[in-house]
């Protein structure tokens, strides 16, 4: 089931406003430009941002995500009906044969276990045609990301238009590694409405991945700073032989 943040309706709606403008994401569209992708399946879509983007470019776009309520946000989006929307997780997915598979967000740290992992590579590899490249991006635990998950230093208060201000914040709640575990609290001042997401991610370093990229059969072809915060996340680009 998906975290709170994504699943809960009333956060599934404010969750664009409180992302910023996902500039991030000019980096994986520049990827699917670089690597000639004209279909690509987008995992944990969410609410849809790189899919529309992606779509209104011409390109064939799958977006599956298990959170329902991001799904229903994602198909009120312009060039919405131009992506088909796949609710579920990666068991979910129809047969395919695309050119490139996207996580963004850090929706990789999201699988927990090793199963789960495994899931999602076995599905990539699946989906794509030979030749086709699995790119996605995950935290480096060396940088210690954690530590900034705190009350103090994440506490914002936004106006979302149509909802009024809302205060959000981190807390984190358990540091286990390679497990981390925060909350993320929400105040909607027009009504005192007080909403909380549990949620954990997974840490892996370069090597594991790697290592399991190639168990997975693989090739990892390049492994890039992201853009948008360079020294603090790792980008791979991997090939389906």
């Known amino acids: ?40 399946l987008d995992v944990g879509c969410g609410t849809g941002s790189l899919a529309v ?28 009906d131009s992506v088909r929307w796949v609710h579920g997780d990666v068991s979910a997915l129809p047969p395919l044969k695309v050119d490139l598979v996207t996580m963004t967000g850090n929706v990789a740290q999201a699988f927990l276990t090793e199963t789960g992992w495994q899931a999602v590579l076995d599905a990539a590899q699946a989906a794509l045609r030979p030749g086709g490249f699995f790119v996605f991006e995950t935290r480096d635990p060396a940088c210690r990301a954690w530590k900034e998950w705190t ?25 286990t590694p390679p497990l981390v575990s925060f909350r993320h609290t929400f105040v909607f001042e027009t009504d005192t409405t007080v909403l909380t997401s549990e949620s954990t991610l997974r840490f892996r370093d370069r090597a594991e991945i ?32």
């Open 53 to 80: 983007r992606l779509a209104a470019l011409g390109k064939t776009v799958i977006g599956l995500d298990p959170a329902g309520a991001s799904l229903d946000v994602a198909r009120r989006k312009a060039d919405a």
């Open 1 to 40: 089931m998906a975290d709170a943040i994504f699943e809960e309706p009333r956060l599934a709606e404010i969750y664009d406003a409180l992302d910023g403008d996902r500039s991030d994401l000019d980096h994986y569209v520049a990827i699917v430009d670089e690597l000639g992708a004209e279909a690509v």
């Open 151 to 175: 009350q103090v230093a994440s506490q914002r208060r936004i106006d979302v238009p149509d909802v009024g201000p809302i205060q959000t914040w981190v807390d984190l709640t358990a540091v």
């Open 210 to 241: 790697v290592d399991t990229l190639a168990n997975a059969g693989f090739v990892v072809g390049d492994v890039r700073d992201a853009p948008d915060r360079p020294g603090l996340e790792l980008v791979f680009i991997a090939e389906r032989p």
